[in-house]
T-cell receptor, first 113, second 115 residues
Framework: SQQGEEDPQALSIQEGENATMNCSYKTSINNLQWYRQNSGRGLVHLILIRSNEREKHSGRLRVTLDTSKKSSSLLITASRAADTASYFCATEHPNTGFQKLVFGTGTRLLVSP | DTEVTQTPKHLVMGMTNKKSLKCEQHMGHRAMYWYKQKAKKPPELMFVYSYEKLSINESVPSRFSPECPNSSLLNLHLHALQPEDSALYLC??????????????FGPGTRLTVL
């Protein structure tokens, strides 16, 4: 299976703190995406980082990619209660077609007021 | 309109029933997807339609039958399901033009329970 692994599986922090979650994958990628899922609902695309990029920012989100280690991290700064959700990385691989995303196992984030 | 809609929100069906899930998008996207998601697990790809043609079938059992009547609509026909098929079924769409542009837009899902 190409499925990525994420850690931690669960993360509990206070509002205002930063949250970091990590994603590791197994084979070379075209790009890596991060999605958020609120409880029992659809996923929302957060950010896409291409294989030739090392870092990307979007608002309070910072994503890094290290293709030599086959890993990525998502940093959420100054977290809010509304950030409580599950976060999934998803990878697009050159050998499986660009329409097939492989989702990681996910990190459940709880931000307490 | 940047929304993917799915109906129904919830569905309870017996193992002998036939039902359908519906998905609609009006973003002009030419790729549409069905995913299955079990509790506390990541979404698993089931089917991909590209330009209204089935392009990916992830070895899904024949009791699940997808249909793409036009570029805006995607159906999933269900027949003779098993209790282990109970899950959240997610529909998604994307522009499907090139690599590195495959941001997927997801609907809210249909929560399916098979009795």
């Amino acid at each position: 299976s190409q499925q990525g692994e994420e850690d931690p599986q669960a993360l509990s922090i206070q509002e205002g703190e930063n949250a970091t979650m990590n994603c590791s994958y197994k084979t070379s990628i075209n790009n890596l995406q991060w999605y958020r899922q609120n409880s029992g609902r659809g996923l929302v695309h957060l950010i896409l980082i291409r294989s030739n990029e090392r870092e990307k920012h979007s608002g309070r989100l910072r994503v890094t990619l290290d293709t030599s280690k086959k890993s990525s991290s998502l940093l959420i700064t100054a977290s809010r209660a509304a950030d409580t959700a599950s976060y999934f990385c998803a990878t697009e691989h050159p050998n499986t077609g660009f329409q097939k995303l492989v989702f990681g196992t996910g990190t459940r984030l709880l931000v307490s007021p | 309109d940047t929304e993917v809609t799915q109906t129904p929100k919830h569905l309870v069906m017996g193992m002998t029933n036939k039902k359908s899930l519906k998905c609609e998008q009006h973003m002009g996207h030419r790729a549409m997807y069905w995913y299955k998601q079990k509790a506390k697990k990541p979404p698993e790809l089931m089917f991909v339609y590209s330009y209204e043609k089935l392009s990916i079938n992830e070895s899904v059992p024949s009791r699940f039958s997808p249909e793409c009547p036009n570029s805006s609509l995607l159906n999933l026909h269900l027949h003779a399901l098993q209790p282990e098929d109970s899950a959240l079924y997610l529909c998604a769409s994307s522009q499907a033009i090139t690599r590195d542009s495959n941001e997927q837009f997801f609907g809210p899902g249909t929560r399916l329970t098979v009795l």
